[in-house]
């Protein structure tokens, strides 16, 4: 028995679906130390939008280690932060006429949706907060508590309260009106539901699989938070750093929400660091009042900066992400016509394949790993085939990982697919 196996906890998965070590990386190649090579189309689980080891990241990255500035300042003022602040400010806010503060609550996903429900609920006065069926914002506590996957909130071993699940949409696959029994039930004060603090949604659910809200659906969502003072957050840990085709996921739709969470790729590398936005006025904070001691990762400031200027100077990368956004789904179609009631999901290059037999996307996705690709499966029954390569996935890269997609598929359905090649 390996050293995996024998000292480290039993709760691991990836590497027990991967069970191989991987040595090195670069670009939308991992390599094994017994020297295969991998297709990834799993980027981090969102981590790695801009693939692996980016030498305009790595450069800077490396520099300032060497350099001897200073790597852990907890909310201290480093040049580094400002640097990361001005960058982001400039590019990404400025431009979008987005007027929020920034947090940094914690290095992870999780760490900056508490933050949000924390705030959210003090700025209300009120407790509850509601979530949406098949959501996914995190493993610890409060964000559990608006999770909708059984087996998660399982794990929390206490009982999950002051949330409550409402359909997202395509959940009623057509059985009324969207947000009628919401739009009644804060109506009516004979309906028994306390007016939240908060509705916090996912743009696409990236864990739920790959769901992906209407943008009629999600303006009518804010118009009705707007209506009844309720706070609407957007968690884009996954779905946002262009993920979806734009900055922010939230984008396409017009929405402006009251709160965003970030991160996985915000910091462009791979390293551990996540932001909390919010409008101005809610920025009720005593000093101290959330904190942490690994909210200044240096590191990922130098990045996370380098990663805004060299790709969200202009709209090129949106352009790139368009194109291979094409390529991706065209694949994905075609291979989901060799299976019946196979349909493709989501947005972007957050997307997949939503099987009717809830076995097959994880018998393709193993059999791509022994093909030579790295794809994950999503899902509440593990139902849908996830892919989420790199924003810089080259066309030739792209068309390799779908050849070996639609060659796992073809060895578990038995139906060919032919696929289009891409210059």
Excluded at 82 to 97: A, M, V
Excluded at 210 to 235: F, K, M
Excluded at 318 to 346: P, S
Aim: glycine fraction near 12%.
């Amino acid at each position: 028995m390996d050293i995996f196996e024998s000292l480290e906890s039993e709760v691991r998965s990836y590497c027990r679906h991967w069970n191989t070590v991987f040595e090195r990386a670069a670009g939308s190649m991992i390599y094994s130390e017994d020297g295969r090579e991998y297709v990834d189309f799993f980027s981090g689980a969102g981590a790695l939008n801009y693939g692996h080891n980016h030498p305009a990241l790595l450069r800077p990255l490396v520099e300032y280690l060497l350099s001897g500035a200073v790597v852990h300042s907890l909310d201290m003022k480093t040049a580094a932060k400002r640097r990361f602040l001005e960058t982001f400010y400039e590019l990404i806010l400025k431009p979008r006429d987005l007027d929020y503060k920034v947090m940094f609550p914690g290095p992870t996903g999780t760490n900056c949706v508490e933050a949000a429900l924390k705030l959210a609920r003090k700025v209300t006065g009120r407790p509850h907060v509601l979530g949406f069926t098949n959501a996914f914002h995190g493993m610890t506590l409060g964000s559990l508590a608006v999770t909708g996957n059984s087996m998660k909130r399982h794990g929390a071993g206490v009982p999950l309260a002051n949330a409550s699940s409402i359909p997202y949409d395509g959940f009623l696959d057509g059985g009324g009106p969207d947000f009628q029994w919401l739009r009644l039930a804060l109506d009516d004060r004979g309906s028994g539901m306390e007016k939240p603090a908060a509705i916090i949604v996912e743009t696409v659910q990236g864990e739920g699989g790959l769901r992906a809200a209407r943008a009629a659906w999600l303006r009518e969502l804010s118009d009705i938070c707007h209506q009844h003072g309720i706070l609407l957050i957007v968690d884009d840990v996954q779905a946002g750093c262009g993920r979806t085709g734009t900055f922010f996921s939230f984008e396409e739709s017009g929405i402006v929400p009251d709160i965003v969470c970030l991160s996985k790729s915000i910091s462009g590398f791979g390293l551990p660091l996540a932001l909390t936005l919010f409008k101005r006025e809610l920025d009720i904070w005593k000093p101290g009042e959330h904190n942490g001691t690994f909210r200044g990762h240096n590191l990922a400031f130098v990045t996370g900066a380098a990663a805004l200027e060299h790709f969200w100077q202009d709209g090129h990368i949106e352009a790139r992400i368009a194109a291979r956004t094409d390529q991706l789904h065209a694949g994905l179609a075609r291979i989901a016509d060799g299976a019946e009631g196979a349909t493709v999901r989501g947005r972007g290059l957050l997307a997949g394949i939503h099987y009717d037999d809830h076995k097959a996307a994880g018998k393709i996705a193993a059999e791509s790993f022994a093909r030579g690709l790295l794809v994950e499966t999503s899902g509440p029954d593990d139902e849908v085939l996830k892919t989420m390569p790199a924003l810089t996935i080259s066309a030739e890269d792209m068309g390799r990982g779908l050849a070996i997609l639609a060659g796992a598929a073809e060895a578990v359905t038995g139906r060919r697919t032919v696929l289009k090649t891409v210059a």
